[in-house]
């Protein structure tokens, strides 16, 4: 299965930014919606931020105010501006999403992760 490329992870200091980029494989393809996962050692993965079809965005209360989602204006790339970091924000980032191609919705691509390390 043709998987997202991801991109943007590195490492900050406290109270840094990154944004991650989520791309469709190809200029064929758009996003439909995107969820952004996380997933942190010893923790479950958890959901912390979601865009709609229609670009609504969805937050975890523990990243509303410094996290943002969004899509390009071609559809095909999803970002997710990530501001005042914290250790706790350290985790391996995945994106999910929807894709269509020739009008047909396909669930369930992923992205290969990307590593987040926020420390001083």
């Known amino acids: 299965q043709v998987q997202l490329v991801e991109s943007g992870g590195g490492l900050v200091q406290p109270g840094g930014s990154l944004r991650l980029s989520c791309a469709a494989p190809?200029?064929?393809?758009?996003?439909?919606?995107c969820n952004w996962y996380r997933q942190a050692p010893g923790k479950q993965r958890e959901l912390v931020a979601q865009?709609?079809?229609?670009?609504?965005?969805n937050y975890t209360d523990t990243v509303k105010g410094r996290f943002a989602v969004s899509k390009d204006n071609a559809g095909n790339t999803v970002y997710l501006q990530m501001n005042n970091l914290k250790p706790d924000d350290t985790a391996v980032y995945y994106c999910?999403?929807?894709?269509?191609?020739?009008?047909?919705?396909?669930?369930?691509?992923w992205g290969q992760g990307t590593q987040v390390t926020v420390a001083s």
């Open positions: 999910n999403a929807a894709l269509v191609v020739r009008q047909i919705t396909v669930r369930d691509y």
């Open positions: 190809g200029i064929i393809f758009t996003i439909y919606n």
């Open positions: 865009i709609t079809n229609k670009g609504i965005s």
